[in-house]
């Protein structure tokens, strides 16, 4: 993953998102990740174990694949060409594939458990702003993509 820093202001909140110029001397700042996701930044502190990450990010990969993601252009994909790899499907069936299992990982989850799992896994929301939007209490959004992420890897049947 490809690295994106940027030094943001450090208020009581977190990192300040917005905001002209630099950082003030006096003010105290932080180093962020632009490109790193919120599910990685919770594996990388210890917070989800190898088999929840890979299992979000099996979550993730068919996601993108199934392109559920809103879309503003054209497809821009390349010619396909004979012999290369899938060749036993088409995009459109592999599109079709990656659609089923996605929604079946999210059926594994459950109704109650899928709205802090596409919000974070999926959408890249933070965890703060996937609890404050489902109205949750502060700190318990960890807790409930834990579990989550439990249903998807046993649907995925990660080890």
């Not at 990969?61 to 290369?84: F, H």
């Not at 594994?108 to 890249?124: E, T």
């Not at 703060?128 to 489902?134: D, Q, S, T």
Request: one cysteine or more.
């Amino acid at each position: 993953m490809a690295r994106e820093l940027a030094e943001r202001e450090l208020t009581s909140e977190g990192p300040k998102r917005t905001g002209g110029g630099g950082v003030h001397s006096r003010r105290r700042s932080v180093t962020v990740n632009l490109a790193e996701s919120p599910l990685s930044w919770l594996h990388a502190r210890g917070h989800l174990s190898d088999r929840l990450f890979d299992a979000g990010e099996r979550l993730r990969a068919d996601y993108e694949r199934a392109q559920l993601s809103p879309s503003v252009t054209m497809r821009w994909d390349p010619v396909r060409i004979k012999g290369g790899p899938d060749t036993g499907l088409s995009p459109t069936e592999r599109q079709l594939a990656a659609k089923q299992r996605f929604d079946g990982a999210l059926a594994a989850a459950g109704s109650g458990l899928s709205d802090v799992l596409w919000r974070v896994v999926c959408a890249c929301e933070s965890l703060p702003a996937a609890e404050r939007a489902l109205q949750w209490p502060a700190r318990s959004g960890k807790l409930v993509l834990k579990l989550a992420l439990e249903r998807v890897a046993d649907f995925y049947r990660i080890a």
